[in-house]
Nanobody, 112 residues
Framework: QVQLVESGGGLVQPGGSLRLSCAAS????????ISWYRQAPGKQRELVAI???????NYADSVKGRFTISRDNAKNTVYLQMNSLAPEDTAVYYC??????WGQGTQVTVSS
């Protein structure tokens, strides 16, 4: 019953910042943990960050100190603030809630 739509991707230079948004619809959004994943061509989809319904967060080692996940239940929106971006961060980024299908994602390209 939850639908997620990612946005905010684009082209950014190394060292730059970008904020991704995940807009959700549904009546039970606030009870679920929500995650950000990313997938580069030819690579496995990997978990980037997760936030619980209580606001606890966890991050992949590769993004700790650079990325911040947050949620605004009143707006049914999850964010991923990405700082100090590097070419290795280039990927399609997806948000995910349990039992929901994968969406289209949003492309992030880090290049000079």
């Amino acid at each position: 019953q939850v639908q997620l739509v990612e946005s905010g991707g684009g082209l950014v230079q190394p060292g730059g910042s970008l904020r991704l948004s995940c807009a959700a619809s549904g009546s039970i959004f606030s009870i679920y943990p929500i995650s950000w994943y990313r997938q580069a061509p030819g690579k496995q989809r990997e978990l980037v960050a997760i936030i619980t319904n209580g606001g606890s967060t966890n991050y992949a080692d590769s993004v700790k100190g650079r990325f911040t996940i947050s949620r605004d239940n009143a707006k049914n929106t999850v964010y991923l603030q990405m700082n100090s971006l590097a070419p290795e961060d280039t990927a399609v980024y997806y948000c995910k809630v349990p039992f929901a299908a994968w969406g289209q994602g949003t492309q992030v390209t880090v290049s000079s």
